[in-house]
């Protein structure tokens, strides 16, 4: 065969060689430049802009670990809806654990729900959450088994996110249980998240492998959520010591939380046995000053007047829902065992959120100087969790704050600062 060089090449050969040439490139830039940066944005836009601000909810584990079914799922429905929580900001409900029994796969590898615990099925389930306002959240494994050995995700990614996007679920957990030899958390997690964005359907991803492979370097690109920590208590035992090791740990990399990703220290232990209304308050405190995710973690059916209205703190849950979403620093530690955070607010004349919060078991006098928060002058005092305006000191502040507890306060810098 005679060789084709440009030198010896009719025109019309060369045009239609140099028009192949142009197909080719053009080829091959779309595969390689365009295709990848097409699906990247459809990935992004499938989780990316759902949780402008730390999301809240409702989980079953920490209270009811696998002791629930529909009816049950249902009656928390109606109670965040009575208890004012869903007007106050909460939105899931997320069905945890023991969803479908392993093997419960049909040939196509479709997953079947338990039907004695899901008798009318999910997607009924599901559209009663949604009458009420609420959105519904659903838990898997990057595994092939969860925790409790219930059917996990791993190999199912693809189907098992159409599944969870056709039953109308809002929010994925996947947890860390049974995790596959060979592959990086991160790849684990990608291939989840690749798979709801090819559903099509908006639904948030909550990544829940306990901080594991420093999730802070990569699951903000991954996922809405992350969990920075192991579990804060066991179902229906809540334990203050776990609660201020998760608090602790999740604030070493709290900033790499912000818009649309938020870095989760486990659910709220407020109203759970173990721990009593004051912690339960200084919990909600703690978790707002963080920016974390607002995931109740108690009974709603059976909780005290006093949990609820702990819940439902609408001046906490502003600060944890600031729309700056800057998670707030310690900015002071005492070798007495006080502590003092603080985070930046959005508004004028750049408000701070302040906790005051002691770690020992005896009531002590703390005093905040405003100089700590870097407020050169008076400042307008806010107490969040008295409902009160202390009015304009000058300063600082003084409380005697009792064991375990906390003083919450909103600080307003005079504006008339003077010069340093
Ligand atoms: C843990 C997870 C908990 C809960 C539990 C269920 O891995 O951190 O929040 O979901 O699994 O088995």
Redesign the pocket.
Known sequence: MRQVTGRVMPRRVRQCFQQRAWQTAGLLITVLVVLPSVARAQVDSGTAMLAPTPPMGWAN?NSLGCDYDDGKIRAIADKMVSSGMRDAGYQYVII??CIVPFGHRDKDGTLHPDPAKFPHGIPALVAYIHSKGLKAGI?TDVGTK???KYEGSFQHEELDARTFAAWGIDLIEE???FKPDGFTAEQLYDRMRDAIARTGRPMLFYI?N?GHERAWMWAPKVGNVW?STQ?VGEPGRAEWNRILRNFDQNALHASSGGRNHWSDP?MLEVGVPGISDVEGQSVFSLWAISAAPLWAGNDLVSMSAKTQSILTNRELIAVDQDPLGEPGTLVLQEETGFQIWARPLAGKDSPQAVVVFNRTAAQAKVTIRWEDLGIYGDAEVRDLWAHLDLGVLPGGYSSNVPAHSVVVLRVVPDPRQPSR
């Open positions: 584990w945890q654990e838990y969860t925790c409790a947890d860390f249980c829940c306990w969990r579990d486990d």
